[in-house]
């Protein structure tokens, strides 16, 4: 198994940061690869159908959230994971927002970590940029 943890500080209270980022559907609100979240229901369980900037899709599955997180797993999509799964949330860090994103994964080719961190970096930048450090 692997895992990536990416974290950053933001000048803005958590309530703000989460006002924006919260909420297993608001991935296409603030993340620049992803163009649109298509809330599904299986089973009685949400999942998210994620349309990609430039072609693609992921589906991913709600593993659950509270006041300021959320878990999901990846069921079907074009990263080279397998058996992924991962915590979104925001934290008080002294009265600024911490985001964390943190993933265990089973990687399925070369540079799967990269893949997944390139991922969690370039959202990150854009909070950063959105709300400053």
């Keep these: 198994m692997a895992q990536v943890t990416r974290s950053t500080v933001l000048a803005a209270s958590p309530a703000e940061v ?19 979240s298509a809330q599904e229901m299986t ?5 998210r159908r994620l349309a990609l900037e430039g072609g693609g899709e992921i589906l991913e599955k709600s593993l659950g959230s509270d006041a300021m997180s959320y878990g999901y797993a990846i069921l079907e999509g074009p990263l080279p994971v397998a058996d992924y799964t991962s915590v979104f949330s925001v934290t008080d860090a002294g009265g600024k927002a911490c985001v964390h994103w943190c993933s265990t994964f089973t990687p399925t080719a070369d540079g799967a970590e990269g893949v997944v961190a390139g991922v969690y970096e370039a959202g990150l930048a854009v909070l950063k940029e959105r709300f400053g450090g």
């Design 18 to 36: 989460w006002a924006v980022v919260g909420g297993f559907q608001a991935l296409a609100d603030w993340h620049p690869a992803v163009a649109t």
């Design 43 to 47: 089973g009685g369980v949400e999942h």
